[in-house]
Each structure stands twice: as structure tokens, then as C-alpha cells.
């Protein structure tokens, strides 16, 4: 069965430093997205993209953060100058036209 | 927008009773609706969703939804608990801009 995999599955990062989350959406889908969850907290939208660019994004989502699809299976979140608070769980998902979103199992980010 | 509210931050139920999660959203337009759940140190898996047509939906693991246009509601209802179905579930909504949204989460606790 098709999955949406995150690389790495924990991150440890000093703080200032610039990380990269990866993911590899389902071959076939045409939409993905990055949210976030803090420890014991709800998920947050990060941002969506299509098309090779971003379709919507959140008051979260400000200049320290990027997205990129760098060739036709890999889509990134690149986070820089990483601050405590943006220790969480990663989430890239992705999906079809108004069909629901599959899942990775999440990038775990510690900024210490 | 569209916006999701889970009445109830934590629901516990004893084994064998009804479990029922409660969710409101907020949609200008017509919604899909999605139920996740998490457990412990996993990703999002998708437990049902409602897109069109028949408004009671049935999902994995016993669980169903349904569909209240009247009510803005999709509450997520189990006959019978089990422990295996302590978890955190989240209620989501996304519309014609395929954004995703979800709500706070609810955690559900069976009791032996």
C-alpha cells in the first residue's frame, strides 16, 4: 500500500541552526502539506502546495520556514534559525483532489 | 475559513460503553469531514470521512459519523468500547481549497 514517508524520524538541532524535513508524498497525489503538533497539543496547519508553489499558508507559517519540491518525488520544509518553541512533531501529508489526506509518521524536532 | 471545535478535551468511558467525541465545524461551503486518530508516538490514520451522499458513514474499527448539516455537526459514536481504541482523536474539515484543518483533539480513555 502506497505511504507518505518522513526522513529523518527525529531530529536534534541547536537552536540558530537551519534544519530540513523531508518527505516523500504518495507518487500519484497532487497536493501536499505540512503541519505541525507540539507536544500535547492540537494539529496545526503549516502550509499547502500546488502546482509548484504554495496554495495557502498560516500565520505560522512566517519567513523563517520554506517548502520546496526539488524534483518530482521529494517535498522539504526547510526551517531556519531554529528558535526552542519550534520544537514539535513534523507532519507532510499529501492527497488527491478533495480525497483525504495520508500521513507520514512524523519528524520529531527537538531545538536544543 | 473553515474551523473545527471538539467539545471535550478528554472523554473517558468504561470498557464496553458508548464512546461519543463531539465535533462542530465551520464551512462557507459544503465540507468534507474527516475523523483521525493518533496513538501514542504515531502518525494520523484516517478512521473515516465524509464527502457526499449517505450521511452516516462507517470507518474502521466499529466506529461511524454522522453527518448533520442542521447542526454543523459530525460527532464520532462506538457501541462498545474497547482498550485498544484509547487514542487521540481528532475531527478535521477541508474544503474547496483542500486545506486541511483539524481540531484541538479529543483523548479517550477506556476504563478496565
Known amino acids: 500500500e502506497p505511504e507518505v514517508t518522513q526522513t529523518p524520524s527525529h531530529q536534534v538541532t541547536q537552536m540558530g541552526q537551519e534544519v530540513i524535513l523531508r518527505c516523500v508524498p504518495i507518487?500519484?497525489?497532487?497536493?501536499f502539506y505540512w503541519y505541525r503538533q507540539i507536544l500535547g497539543q492540537k494539529v496545526e496547519f503549516l502550509v499547502s502546495?500546488?502546482?509548484?508553489?504554495?496554495?495557502?499558508k498560516s500565520e505560522i507559517f512566517d519567513d523563517q520556514f520554506s517548502v520546496e519540491r526539488p524534483d518530482g518525488s521529494n517535498f522539504t520544509l526547510k526551517i531556519r534559525s531554529t528558535k526552542l518553541e519550534d520544537s514539535a512533531m513534523y507532519f507532510c501529508a499529501s492527497n488527491q483532489r478533495n480525497t483525504e489526506a495520508f500521513f507520514g509518521q512524523g519528524t520529531r524536532l527537538t531545538v536544543v | 475559513a473553515q474551523s473545527v471545535t471538539q467539545l471535550g478535551s478528554h472523554v473517558s468511558v468504561s470498557e464496553g460503553a458508548l464512546v461519543l467525541l463531539r465535533c462542530n465545524y465551520s464551512s462557507s461551503v459544503p465540507p468534507y469531514l474527516f475523523w483521525y486518530v493518533q496513538y501514542p508516538n504515531q502518525g494520523l490514520q484516517l478512521l473515516l470521512k465524509y464527502t457526499t451522499g449517505a450521511t452516516l458513514v462507517k470507518g474502521i474499527n466499529g466506529f461511524e459519523a454522522e453527518f448533520k448539516k442542521s447542526e454543523t455537526s459530525f460527532h464520532l459514536t462506538k457501541p462498545s468500547a474497547h482498550m485498544s481504541d484509547a487514542a487521540e482523536y481528532f475531527c478535521?474539515?477541508?474544503?474547496?481549497?483542500?486545506?486541511?484543518?483539524f481540531g484541538a483533539g479529543t483523548r479517550l480513555t477506556v476504563k478496565p
Open positions: 502546495f500546488y502546482n509548484n508553489e504554495i496554495s495557502e
Open positions: 507518487s500519484n497525489h497532487l497536493y
Open positions: 478535521a474539515v477541508s474544503a474547496n481549497n483542500n486545506d486541511m484543518r
